[in-house]
Every structure is written in structure tokens, then in C-alpha cells.
């Protein structure tokens, strides 16, 4: 067969319409189309094979578990965000302690600094309180997620289900166009009825 762009393809492409012509072009659309329906078939099969093992969700619920569980270190009663609510407020309450005995302000910038500090102090008290119940609440949700692992890989497993019914879907609609194609090169193959 000639490839596209090659003389014998311009000739052929400028070749007048005879039987032999048009049997040629129809079983070049025959072969195309048949070639282009495999290929999809063997796309949508390794799809299906994908989507269809059941290590896929559970190893989609592992990965989540991980990120859970590292999450919950982190905002644990112990964990990095109950240390940074510490650390802020340590540091206050010490400039606070500070500005009470530092003797290089005079008694009027002193006042106006402890003032700040004070009013720091109770601003941070009430921001780490925050956080604390924040993260508490957080942590709660994430052990709830945590908990409901079996059904999460179930949730995953029926949307690949619904994923492989659209696969399947799309590959019938492919497949009846292809059938369509067939139908009229077998038709070109029919004798003229005399």
C-alpha cells in the first residue's frame, strides 16, 4: 500500500474512480479501521486489567493511611503543632517576664512595652487555645478516616467499577462503528444483482 505523500499514493488519490479503484480504497478504510479498533481494544484491556485488581484501591487506602497517620503525628496532643503553640507562648510569656525587670527603658517605655506584651500574651493564649481545639477536632476526623479504612477501599473499588462500565461502554460504541465499516466493504463484495 503507498504511503500518503508518495507518488503512488498521489496517483492513486488522482486515479479515476473504477471498481478496482474503489475496492482498493474501501479495503484500505477496512484495514485503518480495523487497526485503529484493535488498538483500542488492547487500550481499554489494560484499563479494565488496571482498574479490575483489587491491590489498586487497597493500595489507594494504604497511601491515604500513611498520609493519616503521619498527619496525626503532627497534630497528635504531643505532636509539632501543640510544640509550636508551646514554643510561641513560651516565648511571650519570657519577653513578657523580660520587660518587668529590663531597667534600659525608662519607666514610661517600659509601661508601654509591658502593656504590649501583656496584651501578646493574652492574644497568644487564646490563638494557641485555638489551635489546640483545632487540631483536636482535626485529629478526631483523621482517626475517624483512619477507622473506616474497609469501607474507603470499597468506595474506590466501585468508582473503578463505574469506571470500567464507561470503558466497556465506550468500547461497544467503537466496536458497532467498526461493524458499520465492515458492513459496507462485505456489501462492496456482494455481486450486482443482474
Known sequence: MA?????????SASA?????????NQLGDVRKSLEG?????????????????????KQQVEELQALISQTLSLVADNGEIARLGARALEYARSKQEQMRNDT???????????KRWDQ?????????DELAKASGEFAQ???TVQTRRDYAA?????????EMVRVVRNLAGEVRGASE??????????PPES
Not at 479498533?37 to 484501591?57: G, M
Not at 534600659?104 to 509591658?114: M, N, V, Y
Not at 465499516?181 to 456482494?190: D, H, N, P
Open 3 to 11: 504511503a500518503e505523500g508518495t507518488p503512488a499514493a498521489s496517483a
Open 16 to 24: 479515476p474512480s473504477t471498481p478496482l479503484n474503489d475496492f482498493r
Open 37 to 57: 479498533v484493535n488498538a483500542r481494544i488492547e487500550e481499554k484491556a489494560r484499563t479494565i486489567e488496571s482498574l479490575s485488581k483489587p491491590d489498586a484501591a
Open 104 to 114: 534600659k527603658f525608662t519607666p514610661a517605655e517600659r509601661s508601654a512595652l509591658q
Open 120 to 128: 501578646n500574651v493574652a492574644e497568644m493564649v487564646k490563638a494557641t
Open 141 to 143: 476526623l483523621l482517626k
Open 154 to 162: 470499597e468506595v474506590l473499588e466501585v468508582e473503578n467499577a463505574d
Open 181 to 190: 465499516g465492515l458492513k459496507l466493504f462485505i456489501r462492496s463484495l456482494t
